[in-house]
């Protein structure tokens, strides 16, 4: 028959952690190569020049992302909303809006120290304004890297993760949803 819900809410993460580290690399190779032809262009110095290259290399990367963050948010949100006690579900989704945060002082904190560290000695940074003389394709991979890091934490706390006694005996005896158990099932669209 199947699961109820489809895919469990840690796969639907790990899935989504995976899909970003794909989407980075490829944003890399897109971007190498669109560097690398206003570099033959000629265009190497003018950062306003238009290049002979289609928007259109951009939709597989930012259709992975989509997809990406489809995947892990729908399954944090899962996660949250049936690992929590009914009275802890809206700690679990402040708790989600706060690593959104994080990972926005994070991604701040990382772009500054990559533009420091790489724009040292008079070299040209990586995240320079002119898209043709920086390397942003670098900074994707470093991204890339951080975010298989990030998939390989992840695994460990997948791991090192125990639901509580009371939603293994739930699961195990097949409880319905009713407004005596602790935990609830997440609605069913059919």
Not at 141 to 170: H, Q, S
Request: aromatic content about 12%; hydrophobic content about 45%; proline content about 3%.
């Amino acid at each position: 028959m199947g699961k109820q819900n489809g895919l469990s809410s840690k796969f639907r993460m790990g899935m989504g952690l995976v899909i970003s580290c794909i989407a980075m690399a490829v944003s890399a190779l897109v971007e190498t190569r669109r560097r690398e032809l206003a570099i033959r262009q000629g265009l190497g110095d003018d950062p306003n020049a238009a290049l002979d290259m289609s928007a259109m290399w951009l939709v597989p990367q930012y259709a992975l992302l989509g997809l990406a963050e489809a995947l892990f948010s729908i399954g944090q949100m899962e996660f949250f909303y049936t690992q929590f006690p009914k009275s802890m579900t809206s700690i679990g989704m402040a708790i989600s809006t706060l690593g959104l945060a994080v990972s926005s002082l994070v991604g701040s904190f990382l772009v500054n120290t990559v533009n420091f560290a790489t724009s040292r000695e008079g070299n040209v940074s990586w995240l320079d304004s002119n898209l043709n003389k920086g390397h942003v394709d670098y900074y994707y991979w470093l991204i890339t890297f951080l975010g298989f890091l990030n998939f390989v934490y992840f695994l460990i706390c997948c791991r090192a993760y125990k639901p509580n006694e009371k939603e293994i005996t739930r699961l195990v005896a097949g409880e319905e949803n009713n407004e005596e158990s602790e935990y609830r099932d997440l609605p069913n669209s059919a």
